[in-house]
């Protein structure tokens, strides 16, 4: 379609749950063709991604003139909150006020569910989604990283310890008793649905002892979350670690969304984990006045 | 004539590449998958991989740690092909063994000499 048809056709948001998941994955994924860190899905991703964070396709959107879909967005739904994701405008399609169409969707619906904050995440450096947000009085709360450690990276030492697996509904306990806050990706409803959650708790010999839940796929761990109960965090975070990649030491591991003023941190760095990219959490808090 | 796999989901991507290396004579596999490329490289023991980082199946490093991995692959060169930030992708490749990366988009020649550069590199 040409911009000029684009321009005299009317601009609709059109609920998600219209289209199917393949029109959906398509959709989003010509739209962050170009995007800082592209991450495309396929058909069974999307789906799985819907189921794990709680996404309503029937309040996520999808904007059309004329026929012709420009963008997509959805909106997971948990109480007393929403979350803005996969937010993505087809490249030549941009500038035209796709996203904002978008946006305002998403905050009046998230109105309508009466939450008190509306939540999403951005990545640093992509300035025209950033500047968008501040445009709908989104504000930063927190970045977040995401942290890769190869599977080739060396072994390392760590304090004398007693380790024991754990899984099922021993993960959630422990999970449920976490200190840190999370994201909306590895929050318990999110965790609870993904399957396949593990847990290690370790116990030093002097006492000093913590857990860590992951999620065990064939080639990766994931979804990992850090707790120290007792003891020299980094002596703790050390035995914890060594416990995990002394068990999988063929796996790919990947740790998103920890906070970068994270206590974790210096330790993940010190066995391997390096940043790959940072995200911004904004928030949105909604009044009713 | 060398071998070469392109791991790559992106259609336009994956068929600009094909037809370039083609047409420097060289054999070319596309997969758009990680799971499928690596059954390919199985398959073929390709001389060059070209790996996009972002996949739909799983990542582009998780696929790349894995042939590494994998004496079935043999000993190919592995570049990663993204259009992730330079200091992001140049951390990546090294981080996760692969031989250099390829920043997305590409000018065709630059796409070419640094395929030959590769290969040079390897034969010497």
Same mark, same amino acid.
């Given at each position: ?80 909150? %929403?979350?803005?994701?996969? =937010?993505?405008?087809? *490249?030549?399609? !941009?500038?035209? +006020?796709?996203?904002? $169409? &978008? ?76 200190? %840190?806050?999370?994201?909306? =990706?590895?929050?318990? *409803?999110?965790? !609870?649905?993904? +399957?396949?959650?593990? $847990? &290690? ?76 990219? %940072? ?11 | ?124």
């Amino acid at each position: 379609m040409s911009a000029q048809r684009l321009s005299l056709a009317p601009l609709t948001v059109r609920p998600a749950s219209e289209f199917s998941l393949k029109i959906l994955t398509d959709i989003y994924n010509r739209a962050r063709i170009d995007y800082i860190i592209p991450m495309p899905m396929s058909v069974r991703r999307m789906e799985e991604y819907l189921r794990f964070y709680d996404v309503d396709l029937s309040r996520s959107a999808v904007a059309e003139a004329g026929g012709e879909l420009l963008g997509v967005g959805m909106l997971g739904v948990r109480p007393d909150r %929403t979350w803005i994701t996969r =937010l993505g405008v087809i *490249p030549a399609k !941009r500038r035209r +006020g796709v996203g904002r $169409a &978008l946006m305002r969707h998403f905050i009046r619906e998230s109105r309508n569910l009466g939450v008190s904050r509306i939540i999403l995440e951005v990545i640093k450096g992509n300035v025209a989604a950033h500047r968008l947000f501040h445009r709908y009085d989104f504000r930063e709360q927190r970045e977040l990283l995401i942290l890769r450690r190869p599977p080739i990276m060396p072994r390392f030492d760590a304090p004398a310890y007693e380790a024991e697996l754990l899984y099922g509904e021993a993960v959630f306990a422990l999970l449920e008793k976490r200190t %840190t806050t999370p994201s909306w =990706l590895d929050d318990l *409803p999110s965790l !609870r649905k993904v +399957g396949g959650m593990h $847990a &290690l708790r370790v116990t030093l010999r002097n006492g000093g002892c913590g857990w860590i839940a992951f999620h065990l796929q064939p080639y990766q761990l994931s979804r990992l979350v850090i707790e120290v109960e007792e003891g020299d965090n980094e002596a703790v975070t050390r035995a914890l670690l060594h416990s995990l990649h002394t068990r999988y030491p063929r796996h790919d591991t990947k740790l998103e969304n920890l906070p970068a003023d994270s206590h974790y941190r210096q330790s993940l760095e010190a066995v391997g984990y390096f940043v790959a990219f %940072t995200r911004i959490e904004m928030v949105k808090w909604l009044s009713y006045a | 004539m060398v071998k070469v796999l392109i791991v790559e989901d992106n259609p336009y991507d994956a068929r600009l590449m094909s037809s370039l290396l083609r047409k420097d004579g060289h054999e070319v596999f596309v997969a758009e998958e990680g799971g499928e490329g690596i059954v390919i490289a199985r398959q073929e023991q390709p001389d060059i991989i070209l790996v996009d980082m972002g996949l739909p199946d799983l990542d582009g490093q998780t696929v790349i740690a894995l042939l590494r991995d994998d004496k079935a692959v043999g000993d190919p060169i592995i570049i990663t092909v993204t259009a992730w930030p330079p200091d992001t992708a140049r951390l990546m490749a090294e981080a996760y063994g692969s031989d250099g990366y390829i920043s997305k988009p590409f000018k065709v020649r630059t796409f070419q000499a640094k395929i030959r550069s590769f290969l040079e590199s390897r034969r010497e």
